[in-house]
């Protein structure tokens, strides 16, 4: 078992860059890529040749399946990763990264990274990293999944505050400035509608400030208080 801390150490894009820059052969299997904002980086179990790793942007991403439709997992901003299947298998069938604003992702062979990987990550700390990543994300969509409307925005904001909100110096959270209504209700499942109704409830208890961007949670105790309530 690790600490969450010794895995982040070896979690960034300059880390990451550095142990493939090792392989002399780097440049001829890595490149940047620029996305303006609404491209589409779709990834099918046919065309999962690279490992991606985003510099700079942020991005909504889905899961698509037949079974269950196309659906917002979460959101992915700068030194997350995507495509680092371990099992071919086993790939998700369909995973697509929507670019929320003017992004730059890494794109590396994927031969490549794993060959230089098992070189020089003996310990799988890359791999770790991304399956505790990905197994907290489909974890929490799938909680929200099992929640009633209203409780599946709170576990949304909550979930957005404690992974990706920055804690400014007036003691508040500050949620990513990409975020809006039509995102939160999709990542919830819900209608726009009654999803600004709920959030009108929570700047009337002085829980959330989503007024202007960013939007600002003034009490993440008290969101956390919400969305308990009852159990």
């Known amino acids: 078992m690790y600490h969450e801390s010794e895995l982040n150490v070896f979690y ?13 052969v780097f440049n001829k299997y ?5 996305l303006n904002k609404g491209e589409v980086i779709r990834l099918t179990p ?12 942020d991005f909504s991403v889905y899961y698509e ?12 901003q700068r030194n997350d990763m995507f495509n680092f299947p371990l099992l071919k298998e086993r790939m998700h069938p369909v995973l697509e990264a929507v670019a929320l ?3 730059q992702v890494w794109i590396i062979d994927f031969n490549f990274m794993m060959s230089t990987v098992k070189l020089e990550d003996p310990r799988n700390y890359l791999q770790l990293n991304f399956l505790a990543t990905t197994q907290m994300q489909l974890g ?12 599946r925005i709170l576990h949304a904001l909550v979930e957005l505050t404690e992974h990706m909100a920055l804690y400014n110096s007036d003691k508040v959270h500050e949620l990513p400035s990409f975020m809006t209504y039509e995102l939160l209700a999709e990542m919830a499942g819900t209608s726009r509608g009654y999803t600004s109704r709920i959030l009108r409830e929570l700047r ?3 829980v959330l400030d989503s007024s202007n961007r960013p939007w600002i949670v003034k ?6 208080d919400l969305l308990y309530e009852g159990t």
């Open 12 to 24: 960034s894009v300059e880390q990451i860059l550095k142990l493939l820059r090792k392989n002399p």
């Open 101 to 103: 604003k003017e992004a």
């Open 46 to 57: 046919t065309t999962r040749g690279s490992f991606y790793m985003i510099e700079k942007g």
């Open 30 to 34: 890595c490149y940047q890529r620029k």
């Open 140 to 151: 929490n969509a799938l909680i929200r999944k099992s929640l009633d409307s209203k409780k």
């Open 65 to 76: 399946s037949r079974l269950t439709g196309k659906t917002l997992i979460f959101f992915f």
């Open 219 to 224: 009490n993440i105790d008290l969101l956390n």
């Open 204 to 206: 009337d208890s002085d």
